[in-house]
């Protein structure tokens, strides 16, 4: 079975502080590297994504991917009060480039004013 | 910009009932997936179409069925209704198979 795990929290951040989101996946097949933001209630809305190992940097946001250690994170600088919600990491299933995703079940982040 | 649409957004069933949910996208996109999320358990991929005129099953496909419409619209589609399929379904489209998905905003299906 493959696998996408993550730590579930909560992570609890003050303002201003760097939130460090974590993700290893099984399947050393995949290529393709995700994460998506969901508010309660909400769907989830894609905040990065990453295919080559290294970093990736996109505003406040930076995700980093290590195939060899497999895994990838989720950096998030000066975090809000706003960034406060579920994280989701998602990897492709492998080989083939199917197109389909196996999620992790969600870092839940709390950023504290 | 629509993105995905998804109809309806609430839906209640009883058990043995059968019912469609829609989605549609507005992207031009070839791929177009289905999930369900529950507590606990995430998202969890129920058929995909990678391409119009394609579907395959996901991890969890028993009791459902989907038909790929034309390019824009992928339904889901349930047969007889169990209490074990209430939860919340999202549609959701990618210009290829390795590019990012992009989600609609969710049925909440509850079977009583």
């Known amino acids: 079975q493959k696998e996408v795990e993550q730590n579930s929290g909560p992570l609890s951040v003050p303002e201003g502080a760097i939130a460090s989101l974590n993700c290893t996946y099984s399947?050393?097949?995949?290529?393709?590297f995700f994460w998506y933001r969901q508010y309660s209630g909400k769907s989830p809305e894609l905040i990065m994504f990453?295919?080559?190992?290294g970093d990736k940097e996109d505003g406040r946001f930076t995700a980093q991917l290590n195939k060899a250690s497999q895994y990838v994170s989720l950096l998030i600088r000066d975090s809000q009060p706003s960034d406060s919600a579920t994280y989701l990491c998602a990897v492709n299933a492998g080989s083939g480039n199917t197109g389909k995703l196996i999620f992790g079940q969600g870092t839940t982040l709390q950023v504290k004013p | 910009n629509a993105g995905v649409t998804q109809t309806p957004k609430f839906q209640v069933l009883k058990t043995g009932q059968s019912m469609t949910l829609q989605c549609a996208q507005d992207?031009?996109?070839?791929?177009m997936y289905w999930y369900r999320q529950d507590p606990g358990m995430g998202l969890r991929l129920i058929y995909y179409?990678?391409?119009?005129?394609?579907?395959d099953k996901g991890e969890v496909p028993n009791g459902y069925n989907v038909s790929r419409l034309n390019k824009r619209e992928f339904s889901l589609r349930l047969e007889s209704a169990a209490p074990s399929q209430t939860s919340v379904y999202f549609c959701?489209?990618?210009?290829?198979?390795?590019?990012?998905?992009?989600f609609g905003d969710g049925t909440r299906l509850s079977i009583l």
């Open positions: 399947d050393r097949g995949s290529q393709s």
């Open positions: 992207m031009n996109h070839n791929s």
């Open positions: 990453i295919y080559s190992n």
């Open positions: 959701a489209s990618s210009q290829g198979r390795v590019q990012p998905q992009h």
């Open positions: 179409s990678a391409s119009e005129g394609t579907t």
